[in-house]
């Protein structure tokens, strides 16, 4: 089957039916439905035809990739390539709550993705202390790629190089990746909170980000703290931890006066995501050393 790519829904097509099409057309145009065109004339016709319908096909080809995988599946191009899942697409194996030992009530499986939702007795914008880690690696030099769907108003995170330290938030010591539906979300009024931004640090191009309930593929990659975001295949934030502009940076955002953060972001830490109160799902969570 023909897979659209992360950022659609839908859009299935199987080689079978765009075979038919082309069979459909070549078998028409081998009859003669040209009774009163000249001989000529009706060569040229069915020529045109069949040019025509190839030409749509292959339009069509053009538009699907064809070798794109299904959701939380490795392509053996990226096997090879060392990536490996953090998500199964059926349950929440490896996955557990920060500072807990299970996961937390407001998350569930929804389709292929996972979903933290407002939890019970909970107003949108209250999380349950939901937020989630995948502990079974603590990661240096990485790349990872996540998709993410933000709910109306919805706003969330992804946080890389986690120091998971007991009563303390997941955002103790830790960067950000802004999950958030830029255009009804409360949080939308600072450059540096919408979506793909590093936050409240550097702001990432709003233009590249998808619409809430539509799916975004952002790519976070970190090798000997170089770090890059890239939002939908173009790279929107760029920056080096724990280096004088790093400190800079940090000292003109909300986390100079954290105290995880005045004792600096960690070397490697693990993978995490945030329960804010509001509907995201997350899928095609993968990563590779680098």
């Not at 170089?226 to 790279?235: L, R």
Request: some cysteine.
């Amino acid at each position: 089957m023909f897979y659209s790519g992360s950022n659609k829904d839908s859009n299935i097509f199987s080689f079978a039916e765009f075979s038919l099409i082309i069979i459909f057309e070549v078998k028409i145009s081998k009859f003669n439905f040209y009774p009163l065109y000249p001989k000529g004339l009706k060569i040229q016709i069915m020529k045109r035809n069949i040019f025509l319908t190839l030409s749509l096909t292959a339009a069509l080809l053009f538009a699907l990739p064809t070798f794109a995988q299904m959701a939380n599946k490795l392509s053996p191009k990226e096997q090879k390539e060392g990536w490996k899942l953090l998500f199964n697409g059926k349950n929440f194996d490896g996955w557990r709550q920060c500072n807990g030992t299970a996961m937390p009530a407001n998350w569930k499986i929804d389709g292929d993705a996972m979903q933290v939702f407002t939890g019970e007795g909970k107003k949108p914008g209250q999380g349950s202390n939901g937020d989630i880690l995948y502990p079974g690696k603590k990661y240096k030099n990485f790349e990872l790629s996540i998709d993410f769907k933000a709910g109306k108003a919805g706003n969330s995170g992804i946080f890389y190089y986690v120091r998971e330290v007991k009563g303390e938030p997941i955002y103790y010591a830790a960067p950000e990746v802004q999950v958030l539906d830029n255009v009804d979300a409360s949080d939308n009024k600072v450059d540096s909170h919408l979506a793909g931004s590093l936050y409240d640090i550097l702001p990432c191009d709003p233009k590249t980000v998808h619409p809430a309930l539509s799916w975004n593929t952002v790519v976070i990659k970190v090798k000997d703290g170089h770090a890059t975001h890239i939002m939908n295949g173009k790279k929107v934030v760029e920056y080096t931890l724990w280096t004088p502009e790093w400190d800079a940076m940090v000292a003109k955002s909300k986390f100079k006066d954290f105290k995880g953060w005045q004792e600096g972001i960690a070397k490697e830490g693990f993978i995490g995501l945030q329960d804010h109160g509001y509907s995201i799902w997350f899928r095609n969570i993968k990563i590779r050393e680098l």
